[in-house]
């Protein structure tokens, strides 16, 4: 590995330690109710604005609840407004009218393939159980989808639906206008989760955050060592729910998970996704499952940072239409529409970033 020596490796894996250590400790030290003033009280106190944040804050807040969602960021909807906007439904009305025979035991079976069998069956049956749910729960909040069913991937028949922007904020800005239009709710950004506050029976009674926190893009010890902001104590009469998103630009805690990912790499994360709200989680007891399983992209273009415009091409265009090639060879080497993992690894075995190779996609 480059940049990163065996100490260091060492020094990680020691502090990682360290940290869990701390975390069981300091489980019994958490903030407790009756040792705290509450600022505010909620019913349903919400961490993170990405689709799951929104659809659980406006879930909540059609059964008749006062729901705050709480954003770190000064903007809303975390890596969810930047994403591809590729939803995939089994057995949607745009893939009856074209004709396409899907099931959920076919999405079952794909996701078991895609994801090596180590998937937790039962929740890829909620999946595909709810999609449809989910999905409707979008048009109903305003979202629009091209006509076309999408083959992305790692699928066996086409079944994503693709925003009409091309985009995740096609379903994230909806979603956000309808919730702030619904009654006894707030959408409060630059709101950075700090704690939960426990109750005498051990559960989650509320959270402590900072407003007016501004996240320093610069620091990768942001969670660590950024004190911006004013603490406020906010009850949770029924319940917080934790949506913070993913950790991929913590380089730290992703290293820790897995080694082979170096400080240099790029990602597709929006600057904010860090692991800090879910190793407060994990303080209190939450057991966290696979976080080593660490997702690479295929569709990405060296030159760009994040998911640039060359995506784009790749995921509409050269993975669905056309083919990619080994530079050295002017030969494919891999299946454009496997899954996620298969082609990163593929890709992998091509790519020489000191000798600039790089596999080249055509359409």
């Known amino acids: 590995m480059e940049n990163v020596s065996r100490r260091d490796l060492l020094k990680m894996s020691l502090v990682g330690a360290g940290a869990l250590a701390l975390g069981s400790v300091n489980a019994n030290a958490a903030v407790n109710a009756k040792d705290v003033k509450f600022d505010e009280e909620w019913d349903v106190v919400i961490v993170g604005s990405g689709f799951a944040g929104l659809a659980a ?32 439904v089994p057995n949607s ?29 039962d929740l890829i049956d909620t ?20 006509d076309k069913v999408t083959h992305a991937g790692g699928h066996s028949v086409p079944r994503s639906l693709q925003t009409a922007n091309g985009s995740g904020s096609g379903i994230v800005q909806p979603m956000v206008e309808y919730f702030k239009n619904l ?31 501004k996240f320093d893009p610069k620091s990768q010890k942001d969670d660590a060592e950024n004190t911006t902001g004013t603490k406020k104590t ?18 730290f805690f992703r290293q820790v998970q897995d080694p082979s990912i170096l400080p240099t790499t790029d990602s597709t994360n929006h600057p904010g996704a860090t692991a800090g709200a879910m190793k407060e989680a994990f303080r209190i007891g939450a057991t966290p499952v696979q976080l080593s399983w660490i997702q690479f992209g295929p569709w990405a273009c060296p030159d760009e940072k994040g998911f640039g415009v060359g995506s784009m091409f790749n995921v509409n265009g050269s993975f669905r239409y056309g083919i990619s090639v080994d530079p050295r060879t002017g030969k494919r ?5 496997a899954d996620r993992r298969t082609r990163s690894q593929a890709m992998f075995k091509v790519i020489d970033a000191k000798a600039d190779i790089y596999p080249i996609n055509f359409c």
């Open 93 to 121: 009305d745009k893939q009856k009218a074209e004709g396409i025979k899907d099931s959920n035991e076919l999405f079952i079976k794909d996701c078991l393939k895609a994801g090596r069998g180590l998937n937790h069956v």
């Open 234 to 251: 906010i009850k949770a009469k029924k319940g917080v729910v934790l949506a913070a998103g993913g950790f991929c630009r913590d380089v």
């Open 57 to 88: 804050g406006i879930t909540a807040a059609e059964k008749g609840n006062k729901v705050l969602i709480l954003e770190k960021m000064g903007r809303v909807g975390g890596n969810s407004v930047i994403n591809g906007g590729i939803f995939a």
């Open 333 to 337: 080497y891999m299946n454009e529409l």
């Open 183 to 213: 009654q006894g709710c707030e959408l409060r950004q630059r709101a950075k989760f700090d704690e939960f506050v426990l109750g005498e029976d051990g559960g989650v009674d509320g959270v402590i955050i900072r407003e007016d926190y």
């Open 127 to 146: 999946i595909a159980t709810r999609a449809q749910d989910a999905y409707k729960l979008t048009l109903k909040c305003g979202a629009k989808y091209i």
